[in-house]
């Protein structure tokens, strides 16, 4: 079995900065894409980051410029470096992993929360 946990959510101040961590456990041979969404009541969960196996990040508008993601792969930990930070990025952020050599190959973490009061 393969387990993610995220880590680093939290309250912060507008314009702050926050790391968040997401690491994975169990029987892996290996990860392609990376990458961390979040989710507000009542709205789809959005893309937020995503790197792919070979270092290549991808970022939508909204956040591009203030969000950072890498990538650890002997830990097998992605991270989001926010900095910036508004009060509509606060939402539920999940991190997700393909994970090579299984089917299902799709994990998500349990979810960090992130509030940025104004």
């Known amino acids: 079995q393969v387990q993610l946990v995220e880590s680093g959510g939290g309250l912060v101040q507008a314009g702050g900065s926050l790391r968040l961590s997401c690491a994975a456990s169990?029987?892996?041979?290996?990860?392609?894409?990376m990458g961390w969404y979040r989710q507000t009541p009542g709205k789809q969960r959005e893309l937020v980051a995503d790197i792919t196996s070979d270092g290549t990040t991808n970022y939508p508008d909204s956040v591009k410029g203030r969000f950072t993601i890498s990538r650890d792969n002997a830990k097998n930990t992605v991270y989001l470096q926010m900095s910036s930070l508004k009060p509509e990025d606060t939402a539920v952020y999940y991190c997700?992993?393909?994970?090579?050599?299984?089917?299902?190959?799709?994990?998500w973490g349990q979810g960090t929360q992130v509030t940025v009061s104004s």
């Open positions: 997700r992993m393909t994970i090579r050599y299984r089917w299902p190959n799709q994990y």
């Open positions: 169990g029987s892996i041979s290996g990860i392609g894409a």
